[in-house]
């Protein structure tokens, strides 16, 4: 549910401002300090969170993009990503008091950092997925582009409670085709694919491959992802080929996924996506106009020098690039 790992970006950011806090560039090429642009390489930028009862007041906010904005220059950042993921009302001072902060700090960051970028994370739908109501259109329109993370959609199960793709093909498309009929440019939006699947217990596996899931409400859904755990894409691949299924294919979610039998004897059934699946959506990339496509996040590969798990994570960074 929401951006994995994201309850830790603050203690990133303290991590971070206690590092290097020279003024001069510390590299001995001092162009290697300066922001990236014009170029497909892989840009560095700083993780930022923030209360949302700070957000409402001008001063708050202030203050805390001159923070952000001293940390990316002492880190010789190139610009910094928003992700908030908290419930906002439509109605509430949190949804414009949101759409200030966000043009406000990417006023800062040009300013102070030409070159730089702001981003801000958004759900795959902007349909209030987990009640974040945000204004999307203003939030775009004030920022560099939305980076659409296109992961955990069954954070919310309005229908039988089963585990189901961590991020469906249709569904996937069909959130970016919501976002573009609001009227903001597909050069504005950046796909987000996940590099890990869910693991999940089955109360009751058919032969069919419909796993029971026990209800855990989130948000006001009656069943969620939570019922499973999470799992990095390294790890699937050393559990796959001795699962009791193999690697199987959803025709209809374009998904792959496992089933297997634990020591305790209860059946597990695994949703991830693999090079083939990220291939679909990384075409759609292109053909539709998107900005580009990232992932989160780069550690959930296995980098070992085995040649098994070389070819799994080259693959996987080759399937970006359609």
């Known amino acids: ?45 700083c993780l930022g969170d923030v209360p949302l009862k700070e957000v409402v007041d001008p001063a708050k906010r202030a203050a805390w993009i001159s923070q952000q904005v001293d940390l990316a220059k002492k880190q010789y950042m190139d610009g910094i990503n928003i992700d908030i993921e ?50 999307y259109t203003g939030i775009a329109a004030a920022c560099d582009f939305l980076f659409v993370m296109s992961y955990d959609e069954q954070s919310q199960i309005w229908t039988d409670c089963i585990a189901k793709a961590n991020a ?18 597909p050069k504005k939006l950046v796909m987000g694919v996940p590099w890990y699947g869910y693991d999940y217990v089955c109360l009751n596996l058919s032969e069919d491959h419909v796993c029971s899931l026990p209800k855990v409400p989130f948000r006001g859904a009656p069943c969620s992802d939570a019922a499973g ?33 634990d020591s305790l004897g209860h059946f597990h059934q695994v949703w991830y996506d693999d090079p083939r699946s990220i291939s679909l959506k990384a075409a759609y990339v292109k053909n539709r106009g998107l900005k580009g496509i990232g992932m989160w996040n780069g550690n959930s ?22």
Not at 10 to 34: E, F
Not at 168 to 185: A, K, N, R, V
Not at 305 to 318: D, K, L, N, S
């Open 301 to 322: 590969l296995d980098y070992s020098r085995e040649a098994v798990a070389e070819e799994q994570t080259e693959a996987m960074w080759q399937a970006l690039t359609p």
């Open 168 to 185: 469906p093909y249709l569904q996937t498309l069909f959130g970016y085709e919501e976002y573009i009929t609001m009227g903001i440019d």
């Open 229 to 261: 755990h999470q799992v990095p894409y390294g790890e699937i691949m050393k559990q796959v080929n001795s699962s009791i299924s193999g690697a199987l294919w959803d025709e209809v979610q374009n998904s792959p996924f496992y089933e297997y039998k």
């Open 1 to 45: 549910m929401g951006c994995p790992g994201c309850a830790g970006l603050v203690l990133l950011l303290g991590l971070l401002q206690l590092l290097g806090r020279t003024a001069a560039c510390p590299c001995q090429d001092p162009r290697l300090c300066q922001p990236i642009a014009g170029t497909d390489r892989f840009e560095p930028s």
């Open 86 to 135: 908290q419930e906002v009302n439509e109605t509430s001072p949190e949804y414009y008091a949101l759409t200030e902060l966000v043009k406000e700090t990417t006023d800062a960051f040009h300013k102070e950092i030409p070159g730089s970028q702001v981003t801000f994370d958004v759900a795959w739908s902007p349909a209030c997925i987990d009640k974040r109501c945000y204004n």
